[in-house]
Every structure is written in C-alpha cells, then in structure tokens.
C-alpha cells in the first residue's frame, strides 16, 4: 500500500461533483476503441453514493450472435464476488451463528490439522497459508477448460501437507480460502451460498439480475460472452467452467452493482457495525497492519482513500473503484482478457474528478517532484533472471520493441516512469530497479517483492541425466515423469504428465530448474538424500511453494 489507508485526503474532498455533458464527452473518449461491433468490450457505471449518475455499454456481448453490451448485460465478475461471501459470513457472525475467530475445522473438517489454527477471520485476509486451489488444480491435471465442482477443491485441500506458511504472518492471495468461505455459509445456514445471498443482500436490495452461479450448465438470458485476443488477430471464446462460488462466479450487471454501492452509504443490509467492519483491513500477529478488508482492498489514489477489487477469470476481467470521501465510484465489468479496467476506472475518476485530486505522484517521487538518480535507466538493464530467495519465486524480464517487458502468463509491457521505475499501465504493476542495478522490487495485485539478478548455470550431461525419473506428489495425487528436453542449448530438462504438452524448464542454479515467471511462473528444486542420490524434487509455482514429488 502507498500510502497509510486511514490518512485522509490531501485535497478537500467533496461530493457534490457534476456529470455535465463535458464530463461525459471526456468519459466516452475513453472507451472509443471498444465502440465497435467488431469487439467484445465492456459496460461502465459511475456512482455517487450508489446513485447511477452514468452507465454505458461499448463493444459486443456476443461476436456470434451480433449483440451489444448495454448496461443491463450480465458479466461474471470474477474475485469482486469476494466481498458478497464477507457479507454472508458478517451477517452469520452478528447473529451469532459462527464466530470469525473459529478454527475453519470446526466447520470444515476436511482441512487437514496443520498443527497451527486457521481461523475464518484468517481466510477472509488471505493469511490462512494454504495453497491456492486454481494452481493446485492446474497442477493436478485440470485443463483451463475443465469443469470444477467444490468436490475438487475440497479433495486437494484434505491431501495437503503443509502450508506456504504460517497462519497470520504474510498475505498471499488465496482463492481457496473464499471456496471454504462458501462451504461454511451453507453449513452454518442450511442453505447454498446462492440461496443465502439472495434472501439477505440481493432481494433485499432490488439486484435483481445478480446470483451466485453455482451450475454451469444454468441459462442466463442477457448474459455476455467472454473471448481472449487470438494469435494472429481476432479472438476465441473464453468462459469458465465453474460449479465453485464463494472466491468468484457472481454474475451481475453495473446497474445493480449500484445498488450494492448505495448500500455502503445506508446500511440496509447489515447495518453500520458490518459494513463498516467489511472495510477494516485485517493485522497480521505481529501488529503490522495490512491493506486487505474483507474482500475489498484498502489504498490511495491521487491523495484519496481508495476501496476497491478486481476480478479476471478467463476472459472476464471487472475492477470495482471507490474514492469514498468523493462519494463515487466507478464500476467496470469486461468480457475480453485484455481490457485493463482497473486503468480504466482511474482515467474516468480523472475525467470526473481529477481536478480535485492531488496532483499525479511523479515515478519514482513525491507529487510534481522527481528524485534524481546517477544514470537514465533502459529496458535492457531489466533485462534477465531475477529470484527471490524469500519467496522461493523468480521472475524473467526481456527487452525488445524498445521497451521492458515482464513475462507473466500474459506479457506485461512496460512503460518508462523515470528514475528506474517501470508501470503496467492497465494494472498499475510496477518494476523498480535499484540505483546500484542489483535488486528490482515488483510489485503485482498489491503485493511487492525483491528480486535479484540470478547468475548462469550450466549443467552437465551426467547432471541433467541424474534427474531423469518418475516422482509421486501425495498431494496431488498424480506422477510427474522428467525427462531430457532435448533443446538447443541441451541444458534442459522437461516435465511430462498426463493431457498437458512437456512443460521445458531451464537451470537457475544446481539441481533448481524454472519455467515461466512471477504468477504462473515455476521453480522445481531437486533434493538428495544422504549418498548425494536424487530422491525428490519440491514445486513452487505462483501462490503454492514447496509442494513435494518423490522419486519412484
């Protein structure tokens, strides 16, 4: 978080803002390169303390069918659904059905006793140090295409053995948590998480086209369909396969999110003690305060408090934008994977508001000011493997086209901030590399780590070979063989499995090989045991660490 979530704005803040023709002018210049009816696109809403003062539709909700996104279409809004399973677990809390400080195994026995408790509170923060369930899937042979039911979920989660840490002493996003979030709604209550939410926050509210879409198969008249940029120019269909809610698979529309909105400002539902408490970030055991509430994260923006989330599942991607002490908000839900909405909410807080906030903080400095550094930083000093060693993770960053590229599951380019700071525009991601050129701190969805350079490694034939084998993950319950890669440089080895091409890994260091980087990037280190033979290897990989294989 840049700045203390509790500092007031460094602007007199106001809410009695005007959305006159010129502002909407301004707002539609925007989204011009999605007014087509050759795209898929995205709906928009602004809000002033949940009253729609503007929504529009740009772009197509269907390519197949010729039908345009208006504000009534319906988007599956991804991780932004969080926020309504804290809803469902507050309201159950303050009636005094479930305390939040509960052990989860008093109601979800089926996660495993690590011997430290996880507790709901604990969940709800993502501080829990379990493992996330979409990595865990992906890696236990599920295709992005795949159907997952709760089942799924739940039976890797009893086969865990160990946690990324400790409960309570670091923040990493965990979309398993809110899956159990969901389990224990329908435990406690008797009913599914759909039926709940809909009697206690949707009816109540008038959202009438919102629900937690727990079958997959369920027709929904007005909703959208959601596409990917394909190679080469046009685009592919992209929807999930989901039976899970709780972590994701609310469907909604920017009209009734409004009304979610508006429920900030008058408590309806909840009352004052909830709502506000949904707003409260968590602290971690040793007092340090996090930036993450209840399904909301916490920032600044401009001077101003910010609240707010993002969502992406396939090709949905949605961002929820609130600068409370303005009373609005900005609401855009998409159905195409490279929209950048969370950069777009803020060019439209600008257009509506900007010249009300403080000035834009220059990179790499404080407002309207830059620090001065020895020499003019380009792409190419990124350039390379960077490890984390606290992390166990590593991160690859390529120079070409003229520009810093960081290498995700969805390339990252980088635009030149000054001062060695580098930004992903769309997703305010940021990569920072020191004066001395030894550590570059990244900072992706909020969390920030510190990297450096890793050096050359160049196995030998007898290495490689010494690790050629089939190991067993427990966890996961499935084999991995390695395997020779037989690449140019001859300095790979691969990973085969089951319904997934070889997966090429190259050497970071001896016995450690990486494929990928940051998110879905993977480190495989090999162990031996006490005759220096190859008897295992552990996978990091995103949000799982030191998940275990052994040698058959």
């Known amino acids: 978080m840049s700045e203390s979530a509790g500092r007031m704005p460094s602007v007199s803040a106001s809410k009695d803002w005007v959305f006159d023709d010129a502002v909407r002018e301004r707002v539609e210049r925007i989204f011009a390169p999605w007014d087509s009816a050759s795209t898929p696109g995205m709906a928009v809403g602004v809000y002033r303390e949940g009253e729609i003062v503007y929504t529009g539709g740009f772009g197509m909700a269907n390519l197949e069918h010729d039908i345009p996104i208006v504000p009534g279409s319906i988007f599956h809004i991804a991780s932004i659904s969080k926020q309504f399973t804290d809803m469902c677990i507050a309201i159950l809390a303050v009636e005094g059905a479930l305390d939040v400080d509960d052990d989860i195994r008093l109601y979800v026995p089926e996660v495993p006793d690590f011997g430290e408790t996880i507790t709901i509170r604990h969940l709800i923060h993502h501080v829990s140090g379990l493992r996330d369930q979409w990595m865990l899937l992906h890696l236990a042979g599920w295709r992005e295409e795949d159907l997952v039911t709760d089942a799924d979920v739940l039976d890797l989660v009893r086969r865990q053995r160990a946690l990324n840490f400790g409960p309570n002493t670091e923040y990493l996003y965990c979309n398993t948590g809110y899956t159990l979030l969901s389990i224990v709604v329908k435990r406690v209550s008797g009913l599914s998480l759909r039926q709940f939410a809909q009697?206690?926050?949707?009816?109540?509210?008038?959202?009438?086209?919102?629900?937690?879409?727990?079958?997959?198969?369920?027709?929904?008249?007005?909703?959208?369909?959601?596409?990917?940029?394909?190679?080469?120019?046009?685009?592919?269909?992209?929807?999930?396969?989901?039976?899970?809610?709780?972590?994701?698979?609310?469907?909604?529309?920017?009209?009734?999110?409004?009304?979610?909105?508006?429920?900030?400002?008058?408590?309806?539902?909840?009352?004052?003690?909830?709502?506000?408490?949904?707003?409260?970030?968590?602290?971690?055991?040793?007092?340090?305060?996090?930036?993450?509430?209840?399904?909301?994260?916490?920032?600044?923006?401009?001077?101003?408090?910010?609240?707010?989330?993002?969502?992406?599942?396939?090709?949905?991607?949605?961002?929820?934008?609130?600068?409370?002490?303005?009373?609005?908000?900005?609401?855009?839900?998409?159905?195409?994977?490279?929209?950048?909405?969370?950069?777009?909410?803020?060019?439209?807080?600008?257009?509506?508001?900007?010249?009300?906030?403080?000035?834009?903080?220059?990179?790499?400095?404080?407002?309207?000011?830059?620090?001065?550094?020895?020499?003019?930083?380009?792409?190419?000093?990124?350039?390379?493997?960077?490890?984390?060693?606290?992390?166990?993770?590593?991160?690859?960053?390529?120079?070409?086209?003229?520009?810093?590229?960081?290498?995700?599951?969805?390339?990252?380019?980088?635009?030149?901030?000054?001062?060695?700071?580098?930004?992903?525009?769309?997703?305010?991601?940021?990569?920072?590399?020191?004066?001395?050129?030894?550590?570059?701190?990244?900072?992706?969805?909020?969390?920030?780590?510190?990297?450096?350079?890793?050096?050359?490694?160049h196995p030998s034939a007898a290495d490689l070979d010494a690790l050629v084998g089939t190991y067993w993950s427990e966890e996961l319950a499935v084999p991995y063989e390695i395997v020779r890669d037989g690449g140019t440089d001859g300095e790979t080895i691969a990973v085969r499995r089951r319904k997934f091409p070889d997966a090429t890994y190259r050497p970071l260091a001896p016995d450690t090989f990486g494929r990928g980087s940051l998110d879905w990037g993977t480190v495989v280190r090999f162990q031996r045991d006490e005759a220096g033979i190859i008897a295992g290897f552990t996978m990091t990989a995103g949000r799982i660490r030191n998940l275990a294989f052994a040698r058959q």
């Open 199 to 457: 009697a206690r926050i949707f009816g109540p509210l008038g959202m009438t086209r919102t629900h937690f879409h727990d079958d997959h198969s369920e027709i929904v008249k007005g909703r959208t369909q959601a596409y990917e940029p394909r190679k080469g120019g046009g685009y592919h269909v992209s929807i999930p396969e989901f039976d899970v809610v709780g972590t994701t698979s609310l469907f909604t529309t920017v009209e009734d999110l409004a009304k979610w909105d508006g429920n900030f400002v008058t408590a309806q539902v909840g009352g004052p003690e909830v709502v506000a408490e949904l707003q409260r970030p968590g602290t971690f055991a040793d007092g340090t305060p996090m930036s993450y509430a209840w399904g909301l994260m916490r920032d600044t923006y401009r001077g101003a408090t910010q609240i707010g989330h993002g969502g992406a599942d396939h090709g949905y991607r949605s961002d929820y934008f609130r600068l409370p002490d303005f009373g609005l908000t900005v609401t855009i839900l998409s159905n195409v994977s490279d929209s950048g909405p969370h950069g777009l909410a803020t060019r439209v807080a600008d257009a509506v508001i900007g010249d009300r906030l403080a000035p834009p903080t220059a990179p790499g400095g404080v407002a309207g000011k830059r620090t001065a550094v020895p020499a003019v930083v380009t792409p190419s000093a990124l350039a390379g493997t960077w490890v984390c060693d606290a992390k166990g993770t590593w991160a690859t960053v390529t120079a070409r086209d003229g520009k810093a590229w960081l290498e995700m599951d969805e390339p990252m380019p980088l635009e030149d901030g000054g001062n060695g700071r580098f930004v992903h525009t769309a997703t305010g991601s940021t990569v920072t590399l020191s004066p001395d050129g030894a550590t570059l701190d990244i900072t992706v969805g909020g969390e920030t780590s510190s990297f450096t350079r890793a050096g050359r490694y």
